[in-house]
């Protein structure tokens, strides 16, 4: 941006002959003011759940309860702020760029596969079921790029804030300022822990298989961001 203000001065007294005179004067003060604020949050919550409960196989193949939950985030913000005066116009002049990102990315999420008071397999009929597997897994990537630029020919400014959680919500962006600055982790502290696990679990079951067994958990969990 670039404007114009001007200021007119003027006096008007008695010459030394006698006779009228009068004067004015006009400046121009050229100026240059940018301003821009960008404020980005995406968040994703999810829960894959597969449960065998209270329930009696008496003959049976393979016997699997399997939950997979999986979650992304690609987030890209791109800012550019630009304040620049005419070539030749910088002196005394005044060009201010000022820019402000904040960026936000949360996930939240569980998986959980259980087999419960159950019975697999009848034992005393002869009755078998094949493999038993309970698994589940639980996997969340965040990829985060904030790529801003504040430019002037004068005073540039610009902040950047960003905060990429998983099982941490993120919903208060001054919580978040306040950690990247001092290093706390109010912002859990305050707003609670939402673990990002992967439960797998066989409980008051006999089971009488011809195959293997299996409890299978997994949860995995990928940052990448660039600033």
Known sequence: NLGDSTEVGGSSEPAADGSGGGSGQTGSK???VAVSGILVQNSIRSDATAALTDIMVTH???VTVQADQASTITATVTSTVESKLKPGDEAGKTSLAL?????GNAI????SATITGSTLGDTANAGKVGAVTAAATNEAAITATVDSTVE???TAVGVTLAANKIGVPSQNFLLD??????GTDLATTIQGQSPFTARASIASTPID???AVTVSALSHATIASTI
Do not use: E, H, N
């Open 30 to 32: 050229p100026y240059a």
């Open 60 to 62: 049976a193949g393979d």
């Open 99 to 103: 820019g402000g990102v904040i960026a």
């Open 108 to 111: 939240l999420g569980s998986a």
């Open 152 to 154: 002037s020919s004068g």
């Open 177 to 182: 300022l306040v950690d990247a600055l001092a």
């Open 209 to 211: 298989a011809t195959g």
